[in-house]
């Protein structure tokens, strides 16, 4: 569903420079070359934020925000912490989604602090959970907390909490699943004493947990925390271990519970979150009567708030995050989050905090994508309750503008410290030019070896990811081969566009070195946008991909000139090495048949002396006609007779 839009203020633009009246404004560094990992959405779960049924409508509500992690109980029968929400029953809603579940197995127990049952039936009720994610088909299980806030809840008389409860728990996880991750220790807040002990009993038992893990109420004192953390592993002599933040909010407090999904309180969070190798964080449950609502981003209504909508901008990230310095990385004031596309000659700049006032958004350097014209948004979310929806983002400026210099400010007016804001660069009139050398016909075309633009513009790809991992660092999916590279991994309607140079009007005969493993897969081409060459079905060629074989296409009149080659797939998962296009007068006739046994063989295929495909029921006596035999790969000059 798309945002409403409202223009709301003008902001000055001169020569590439938005230029402010703020006498003291702060100061945001966004350094769009500084890379610092792939986007993943690490903080856009919730505890609890999901049930059996709520949210209602997963493809509305659920997978625009790209979620990454949510934190369930195990089971959600009567007699556990929770009747809701159970972790397997929300992994199957999230089918389809980018939604992982976290299994929360203290609460697989009653009461608050949870009630012990003794070690036996603790490691009994565990079990009966591995053994149901044993039986499942769901791919989506992510991890497994062993126990919750135990520096609060787990008492004295229950023994040794290392030797009674997580050593032996780890070990049975580990039995049943050998490599889902497990988060601990969880606590209510990060504490030195607390953590050395543990991570000192992990290390020496050989037991530490895959993810590391506390509760972080305020962003302000994150970082301390981490640092800290950083010296501790340093000094035990033990991995910086990827974290796990699985409950965040604005404070603990009871009058700052009420900001719990707030915008302006969530953007420092992820910044942070962001820039010190968080794997995962899910957003807070302070109200009990209201689980299913994606950590308040939804209403008691189940309506979008503003929250929704900050987690939206946050789900429509892609590429990879960037790093931005904020005028205090130890306070929860003004912070952002930033992400570059280069595939998509994009950057996204998410700023907020508790402060309200002037900002300036410098750029100190650009990508080169983005130095020349550029389109330049700037939006607005509000907030004014967790429980008062929020119809859509408020338009603040949009203007094409040219950027001469590597580097400019942005001035952005901070309303109220519960808003956010979203800057949008994008680059445009980009040229598209060949790859490598314009490909010039008469001669091959190395389907890898597609135009640069990005996407949408020189190509098409349904992911951003390259699957084959191989030759270029964008969203084609490349696969190498025995002599180098393919195209692989393809999907209906994706498409690829090359720069051409024909030589000669002439007729050219087509072929193509493809691999296939389907039955129904295929590709046609066009010349600047018509098509020459019907959607063509490529028969299978082994099992795995492994096998190309060179097949003829058609014959084409191209003119002398300049055009642009278009490869549209039809078919999903056929690979193609490379096109080759052979003048069609440059046949090599090996002979001439007259034998009319020639039109019993499989899969020959006949042409005119125009280069046009004749079947052969439609051949005329006393005619000419080139007979091709794709297997032998061989051309004759066949006369009927």
Not at 411 to 430: C, Q
Request: glycine share 6%; charged share 25%; net charge negative.
């Amino acid at each position: 569903m798309s945002s409403r839009i409202k223009i709301c203020t003008i902001v000055t633009f001169l020569t590439g420079t938005f230029l402010s009246t703020a006498f003291s404004a702060e100061t945001l560094t966004v350094d769009l070359t500084h890379k610092i990992r792939p986007v993943t959405h690490c903080a856009s779960g919730s505890l609890y934020g999901m049930t059996e049924t709520l949210p209602t409508d997963i493809n509305e509500l659920v997978a625009p925000l790209k979620p990454n992690v949510f934190c369930q109980p195990p089971s959600g029968k009567p007699g556990n912490q929770h009747d809701f929400g159970d972790a397997f029953e929300v992994a199957k809603r999230l089918k389809g989604t980018t939604g992982k579940v976290q299994l929360l197995l203290a609460d697989l127990l009653p009461y608050w602090p949870y009630e012990w049952p003794g070690q036996k039936k603790w490691l009994n009720a565990v079990e009966e959970v591995l053994k149901r994610h044993n039986e499942s088909d769901l791919t989506n299980i992510d991890s497994y907390v062993i126990w919750n806030e135990a520096n609060e809840t787990w008492q004295e008389s229950n023994g040794d909490f290392f030797e009674v409860l997580w050593k032996p728990t780890y070990q049975l996880i580990r039995k049943y699943q050998p490599h889902t991750k497990i988060v601990g220790p969880a606590t209510s807040f990060y504490s030195r004493s607390y953590f050395e002990n543990f991570l000192t009993l992990c290390r020496d038992n050989d037991c530490l947990p895959d993810l590391i893990c506390w509760h972080q109420w305020g962003s302000g004192g994150f970082i301390e925390a981490v640092e800290d953390l950083h010296k501790l592993e340093k000094k035990l002599n033990i991995p910086d271990l990827p974290l796990c933040i699985n409950e965040y909010s604005a404070s603990s407090d009871y009058e700052m519970r009420k900001y719990e999904g707030c915008p302006g309180y969530c953007v420092p969070f992820i910044a942070k979150f962001e820039r010190n190798n968080v794997e995962s964080a899910t957003i807070s449950w302070w109200f009990p009567n209201l689980p299913g609502r994606l950590g308040s981003l939804l209403t008691e209504s189940n309506k979008r708030g503003g929250g929704w909508w900050l987690y939206k901008w946050y789900g429509d990230m892609s590429g990879y995050m960037t790093m931005v310095t904020p005028p205090n990385d130890k306070s929860d004031g003004l912070d952002a989050f930033a992400c570059i596309n280069k595939n998509y000659n994009t950057a996204s700049i998410i700023l907020g905090g508790n402060y309200k006032g002037d900002a300036n958004v410098e750029f100190p350097k650009l990508p080169a994508f983005l130095q020349g014209k550029v389109n330049i948004k700037l939006e607005r979310v509000t907030w004014e309750d967790k429980d008062i929806p929020v119809p859509g983002t408020d338009l603040i400026y949009d203007k094409d503008t040219i950027i001469t210099e590597s580097s400019f400010t942005l001035p952005v007016k901070v309303e109220s410290n519960l808003y956010a804001y979203r800057i949008s660069l994008t680059a445009i009139d980009i040229p598209q030019n060949p790859y490598k050398e314009i490909a010039t016909i008469p001669g091959f075309i190395e389907a890898e070896n597609y135009d640069v633009a990005g996407q949408g513009l020189s190509y098409y790809d349904k992911d951003d990811e390259n699957k084959g991992g191989e030759y270029r660092d964008d969203c084609v999916d490349i696969v190498k081969t025995e002599n180098g590279y393919a195209i692989g991994y393809t999907e209906k309607d994706e498409w690829l566009e090359y720069t051409i140079d024909v030589e000669i009007t002439n007729n050219y005969i087509i072929s193509a070195y493809v691999s296939n493993g389907g039955e129904l897969d295929g590709f046609q081409l066009y010349v600047d946008d018509k098509k020459i060459t019907d959607e063509y079905t490529i028969l299978k060629t082994s099992d795995d991909w492994s096998v190309y074989e060179e097949i003829q296409l058609t014959t084409a009149h191209l003119e002398k000139g300049k055009h642009t080659l278009k490869l549209v797939i039809v078919g999903s998962y056929v690979n193609v090495d490379w096109l080759k296009f052979e003048l069609h007068n440059a046949v090599e006739i090996k002979k001439i048949l007259c034998d009319e046994d020639v039109l019993s063989l499989e899969n020959v295929q006949f042409y005119d002396l125009k280069g046009d495909k004749i079947p052969a029921d439609a051949l005329h006596q006393n005619s000419i006609y080139i007979a091709i035999i794709p297997d032998k790969k061989d051309k004759f000059l066949f006369i009927k007779r």
